[in-house]
C-alpha cells in the first residue's frame, strides 16, 4: 500500500528470486530431455555419457555418434535437438531468470541442429548467436534448423 | 574416328569434372527457418561477414556456398524431412505455461481453472523429465502483505495438487509475487479476475 513498503518488500522478492534459484541449480545451464544412440557430454577432459535428466552447462560439448541423438530443455526455455554425427559446443549461456535477461552463443561444428528459442532470444536480437563454421546466424526466434556438412 | 573418340572422351572428362566440383544444392552450411507450435514464424539472420540474409518465413533458407558465400536458396518439406528427420525426432516437448485463475480472497481455483488443471497434469505427464515453476499471484485489492501471503497459499494450493497426484515435490518450486507483477495493469484496490492467478511453467 504505501510505496516505500512496496518498492522495499519488492526490492526483497526480486533479489531473493535469482539467489534461490542459482543455490538450487549450481552450474547448470539445462537438463538433457532425450538421448539415442552414441551421445556424449564433453566437459573440460571428462567425456561423460549423456543421461536423460543430467544437467548441461557452460561449456560442455554435445557429441554424437553415428546413431547418436540429444535432446535439451534449457533454463530460459529453448531446446535444442541434435541428430547423428553431430558436435554442438555450449560456448555461452548467462541468464537472469528475474529479469528474463541474458546471453545464449552456441557453435554447430558438424551436424544437424533444431532449435527452439526461449526468453533470451525475446530479450534482444543481439542476445542469442549460433555459429556455424563459415556462417553466423543471429536468432529473433523462434524455431529454425540448421546444417553443417563441410566435408 | 579418332577426333570423334578424343572428342567424347573430353565429353565425359568434362562431366566428371563438373560433377566433382558441382556446388551442393544446398551449399556446405544450411540454415531453415519453420514455423512453431502455434504457427507463428519467428526471423533468423545469417551472415558471412559480409553478406546477411534474413529469414522471416516459413521454409526460408539461406546456405553457404563452398566459396563462403551466403546465399538464398529453396527448400522444401522433404529436404526437411530427409536431412533433419532424426533431430526433428530427438525435439524434447517444448516448455509451456499455463494460467489459473482463482476465486477473490481464496485459493480455491475457478471451475473453469479447476476443469483447466488436468490440462497441466496432462502436459506434465508427457515429458520424459521436467521441472515446475509454480508462481502465485493476487491483484490490488487488500494490503500487500496479506497479498504476498495469498499469492504463495495459491501456489502452494496447486503445488500440493501436483504432488497428491504423483507429481515430484522435489521438482516443484513455489513462487509468491503478490500484487506487484500484475498480468493486467491496474490501480491500487482494483479488483480484477485475471490478476488473480498461478502461472504454472512446466519444462
Known sequence: MRTEWKIFVAAIIVGLLPAFGVAAKSDRIGQLRSVSGEAFVVRGDARLPAV???????????????????????????????????????????FNPSTLKGSFLAKLGKGTL????????RGSPEA????????ILGVRGTRFLVRVDEK | MFNRQVFKGLVILGALLASACAEPRLGKNLVIVLPDENGKVGA?????????????????AAK???????????VTDKDVDGIFARALEAQPRPPKRFRLYFIRDSDDLTEESDKDFELVFAD???????????TGHTDTTGEETYNA????????????????????????????????????????EFTEPRNRRVEVMVR
Open chain 2, 44 to 60: 533468423v539472420t545469417v551472415t558471412d561477414g559480409k553478406n546477411e540474409v534474413l529469414l522471416d518465413s516459413a521454409l526460408a
Open chain 1, 114 to 121: 533444431s532449435v527452439i528459442s526461449g526468453d533470451i532470444a
Open chain 1, 52 to 94: 536423460v535428466g543430467n544437467d548441461v552447462q557452460q561449456q560442455d560439448v554435445i557429441e554424437t555418434g553415428k546413431d547418436g541423438a540429444v535432446g535439451i530443455t534449457f533454463d530460459d526455455n529453448s531446446v535444442f535437438s541434435t541428430g547423428p554425427d553431430s558436435n554442438v559446443s555450449l560456448d555461452e549461456f548467462t
Open chain 1, 128 to 135: 542469442m548467436k549460433i555459429r556455424t563454421p563459415s556462417a
Open chain 2, 64 to 74: 553457404v556456398t563452398t566459396g563462403n558465400k551466403v546465399e538464398s536458396v529453396a
Open chain 2, 149 to 188: 501471503e495469498l499469492s504463495i497459499q495459491r501456489a502452494e494450493a496447486i503445488r500440493d495438487r501436483l504432488v497428491s497426484r504423483g507429481i515430484d515435490a522435489a521438482l516443484i518450486e513455489v513462487y509468491g509475487r503478490g500484487e506487484w507483477d500484475l498480468f493486467i495493469r491496474t490501480k491500487d
Open chain 2, 124 to 134: 506434465v505427464k508427457k515429458r520424459s523429465a521436467y521441472e515446475i515453476q509454480v
